[in-house]
């Protein structure tokens, strides 16, 4: 029963971030630079990351936390060429 | 009564109201690299209403979807790119390069530190890179590809920030191999693995151990060579 009690804390952690990463990415402070709407995007993903650690999908996050490593570098030079042409 | 079916409806509620809220912003927002990184909010709540079910299958559909956004957002940030470059065309002549910002440009002219004689930069990817490769080893199938390839990518940037370049000409002979290498792991995945189990079903055990090898470095290859297109 213990342990369940864990896994239902973690799921609900994980609802937490997500809802609120999403406003804050969506409607938060500073919004209008793209870079810290990104860092504000990496809240949600840290929620989907906790919900797939409740539902015991072990693959699903490793792969989850390597591909977001990977999607950082694509957006954050999307970011950087966006700012280097309009300047 | 069953954690999985207890938990279903709060997990496909908040994935929906996070889908719902996401789709409002975008439709609201007018500049293209913002819809970009929005699109990123939409995939996150397509995999937390997968997840939801919980099960085996759910896990399986979650593994390809996650390789397959990645490779979307690539796409669509170089089509995003390449279009700003032609609207904003004023004297950039030299063509980009994908990954390029981050090569280091030329040491600031106050600061006099020699980046290529610290010894942190030099040993500290290398170990980091070899964990990171190590452990994707050992994991197989399509994480462990991604967590190779991850490894791989840290090197060669790191060698890129370093100011340790590889020239054109060996670039091209590493990019065909490698791409090769990849070719041969996909054939390996699809005859041996595959084909073996409808042939041999008594064997299973080693044509999966085939097959996994096989995808995981298949795609280590494959998602290595993003790193490699930088000087």
Request: net charge positive; charged share 15%.
């Amino acid at each position: 029963m213990n342990t369940m009690n864990l896994v239902v804390l973690t799921t609900y952690i994980g609802y937490f971030l997500l809802i609120i990463g999403v406003i804050g990415a969506i409607f938060g402070p500073m919004t209008n630079d793209p870079l810290k709407r990104l860092l504000n995007i990496e809240v949600p993903s840290m929620g989907v990351a906790l919900i797939f650690l409740a539902y015991n999908e072990t693959l699903a996050l490793m792969t989850y936390i390597a591909v977001n490593s990977v999607l950082m570098l694509v957006f954050v030079r999307a970011i950087i060429k966006n700012e280097e042409l309009e300047a | 009564m069953n954690i999985v079916s207890y938990l279903f409806n709060k997990t496909v509620i908040v994935g929906f109201i996070i889908g719902i809220l996401s789709l409002y912003a975008i439709s609201r927002q007018k500049s293209d690299l913002h819809m970009l990184l929005l699109s990123d909010l939409v995939e996150c709540a397509m995999l937390v209403v997968i997840a939801a079910v919980g099960t085996d299958l759910a896990e399986a559909l979650i593994l390809p979807g996650l390789v397959v956004g990645m490779a979307e957002l690539l796409a669509v940030s170089e089509v995003l790119v390449l279009r700003n470059e032609i609207k904003y065309k004023k004297k950039s002549n030299e063509k980009s390069k994908l990954l390029e910002e981050f090569i280091a440009k030329e040491t600031p002219p106050n600061i006099n530190i020699k980046f290529g004689k610290m010894e942190v930069l030099y040993s500290s990817p290398k170990f980091v890179a070899f964990i990171l490769v190590v452990y994707g080893a050992l994991l197989t199938g399509f994480t462990g590809g991604a967590v190779m390839a991850s490894g791989l990518l840290f090197y060669l940037l790191s060698l890129g920030a370093t100011g340790n370049g590889i020239s054109l000409n060996r670039l091209k002979n590493i990019w065909e191999s490698i791409s090769g290498f990849s070719g041969i792991m996909w054939a390996f995945w699809i005859l041996f693995g595959f084909i073996g189990f409808f042939l041999y079903p008594q064997k299973y055990l080693y044509f999966l151990l085939i097959a996994g090898c096989a995808l995981a470095l298949k795609v280590g290859s494959k998602l290595g060579l993003i790193g490699n297109i930088l000087k």
